[in-house]
């Protein structure tokens, strides 16, 4: 299967500072990978699709991009409601894996 | 869209369980329907999909022989039959529609299964 990591583990940022989020995969998933944004106690939710297609209703300060093995996540200016903990999944083949998740915490 | 699963609860090992997705209007019956389990303080692990005619599955290595995924359309209802369950199978199950390959665009707020003697 195809294994995903994803670095830092954690990210300690300032409210209104920018993130980046890396997510490298055993080998090529093309742009079948898919970010998801955490918050304790709920499902996750769908961020960014085909490396860098934002799903219905995501701020633009959210991008993605990449493809093949090397991808990552940007956060502009973060929020205080972006401070969750992010995942990276391929679609490419099956089974479906998932990262370990980098955690955005305020500094 | 709304997904609502049901059925968790705690079960001793070598047991089964059933869980249930029920999605709202027509959410489930033309989507493929995930299910995705996170153990307490982990992260996720995919573990099955059904397509949305119920005519393909996949399974995670894990679970292979011992869950199944099966769907009713009529009923709106995905079902995970999870047998001869392990400690290590002990997770808040989440169930999630997809369009075809896509991946999981809504996800349901799941159901904690806990597999203790």
């Known amino acids: 299967e195809i294994v995903l990591l994803q670095f830092p583990v954690t990210l300690s940022v300032s409210p209104g500072e920018g993130a980046t989020l890396s997510c490298r995969a055993s080998?090529?998933?093309?742009?079948?990978l898919a970010w998801y944004q955490q918050k304790p106690g709920q499902p996750p939710r769908l961020l960014i699709s085909r490396a860098s297609t934002r799903a219905s209703g995501v701020p633009a300060r959210f991008s993605g991009s990449g493809s093949g093995t090397e991808f990552t996540l940007t956060i502009s200016s973060l929020q205080s409601d972006d401070f969750a903990l992010y995942f990276c999944q391929q679609y490419n083949l099956w089974p479906w894996t998932f990262g370990p998740g980098t955690k955005v915490e305020i500094k | 869209v709304v997904l609502v699963e049901s059925g968790g609860g705690v079960v001793q090992p070598g047991r089964s369980l059933r869980l249930s997705c029920v999605g709202s209007g027509d959410s489930l019956n033309q989507h493929a329907v995930h299910w995705v389990r996170q153990a307490p303080g982990k992260g996720l692990q995919w573990v099955a999909v059904?397509?949305?005619?119920?005519?393909?599955?996949f399974y995670a290595d894990s679970v292979k022989g011992r869950f199944s995924i099966s769907r009713d359309n009529s009923k709106k209802i995905v079902y995970l039959q999870m047998n001869s369950l392990r400690s290590d199978d002990t997770a808040v199950y989440f169930c999630?529609?997809?369009?075809?390959?896509?991946?999981?665009?809504?996800w349901g707020q799941g159901t904690l299964v806990t597999v203790s003697s």
């Open positions: 999630g529609r997809a369009w075809s390959t896509d991946p999981i665009d809504y």
């Open positions: 059904i397509s949305y005619n119920g005519r393909n599955d």
């Open positions: 080998q090529s998933v093309s742009d079948n």
